[in-house]
């Protein structure tokens, strides 16, 4: 099997390639990535020497590009790349929309072009951030109406309703799934839980939105991987999957439960990494709470977590503690300018 993984130099992406490689060596992975901020090689570092994973550095836009990529005999395309983050696209929303739907247009049009087996298939990485806003009852579910909040979510939104319409029109094998939020290694510490850690090894304050009572529902970026890995084998072209981890927590229960074992781990006296917690100014158009149902994938293909977030979170903690210097070289510069605006200046 030849992959196309887009945005594989990315959190989820690099930890896809990873487990798929170690899950079937046989198989084939291009990784497509344009290397923007959140992009880095360094965490395919272990990559390097296998031949079965070949880095091209490129745009998902670039019709040309993907299109010579495609007639390679690529037999899937998992679509990661992505901009991401709610608050840059809050700043600037017009990457998002370039990246996210006419990114995503690019390489449904060249897969259309390029397939003729029926052993292809294309999926869109997606967000449970395209339904919108819960209120404190109820889950999303895959019938859910799509109502995005922000630029961002927007775009994914865009996105997956063009990879339907690739499905309706063109009959091409489509699959869309939407998770709740990922956390483990290798994730950019823009991000909530990578951001309190690092800022606690640094002793610095950690920023928390609003009254901190925004809820998410956490998933292990490796049962992650692991779903859709299944949907590779047992998806139905068509179908939009959730994927959650059934583990809702509010904003301040998880900072509060980081810096806890961050005391714990590293000896500190109880309540000195707890002191540096910070209330800011909530950002505009933040949803209050996120909740998945994630039993259709648990029906149709056997898939549902198994990493506990216990045991996820400190597994979590300890990376960021023993590999300070993958993060402290991206803290800094463009990252930092952007930290300022977002929290210092808030």
């Not at 100014?281 to 977030?309: C, L, M």
Request: net charge negative; hydrophobic share 35%.
């Amino acid at each position: 099997m030849r992959l196309l993984v887009t945005g594989g130099a990315g959190f989820i992406g690099s930890n896809f390639i990873r487990y798929i490689l170690k899950k079937d060596p046989d198989c084939n992975v291009v990784n497509l990535d344009k290397l923007t901020y959140a992009g880095n090689l360094e965490s395919l570092k272990d990559m390097e020497d296998n031949q079965n994973c070949r880095f091209v550095h490129g745009d998902i836009t670039d019709a040309e590009l993907v299109r010579g990529i495609m007639e390679e005999g690529i037999d899937v395309v998992i679509n990661f790349a992505a901009e991401s983050h709610v608050d840059r696209s809050i700043e600037d929303s017009f990457s998002f929309v370039g990246t996210n739907i006419q990114g995503t247009q690019v390489l449904l049009d060249a897969a259309r072009k390029c397939w003729r087996s029926d052993n292809n298939l294309f999926i869109q990485i997606s967000t449970d951030e395209v339904y919108g806003s819960l209120g404190p009852d109820g889950l999303f579910v895959e019938s859910t109406d799509l109502s995005p909040n922000s630029p961002y979510s927007a775009s994914k939104a865009g996105a997956d309703m063009m990879a339907r319409a690739y499905h309706e029109t063109y009959g091409l094998p489509v699959i869309v799934t939407r998770c709740s939020n990922n956390y483990g290694f290798f994730q950019f510490p823009e991000k909530l839980i990578p951001l309190i850690i690092t800022n606690a090894l640094e002793k610095k304050e950690l920023p928390v939105y609003g009254d901190g009572g925004n809820v998410r529902d956490w998933i292990h970026v490796e049962d992650h991987c692991r779903a859709i890995e299944i949907l590779l084998r047992k998806g139905r072209p068509g179908s939009v999957y959730n994927i959650g981890g059934n583990n809702e927590w509010k904003n301040i229960d998880i900072v509060k439960l980081i810096t806890e074992k961050m005391e714990k781990i590293l000896k500190l006296e109880s309540g000195e990494l707890t002191s540096l917690i910070k209330f800011v100014k909530d950002r505009p158009g933040h949803d209050r709470r996120y909740a998945i149902d994630a039993s259709k994938i648990k029906n149709e293909a056997g898939w549902e977590p198994v990493i506990t977030f216990e045991d996820g979170i400190e597994k979590t903690i300890r990376w960021y503690i023993n590999n300070r210097q993958w993060w402290t070289r991206i803290k800094q510069g463009e990252y930092m300018d952007y930290y300022d605006r977002n929290y210092l200046e808030r």
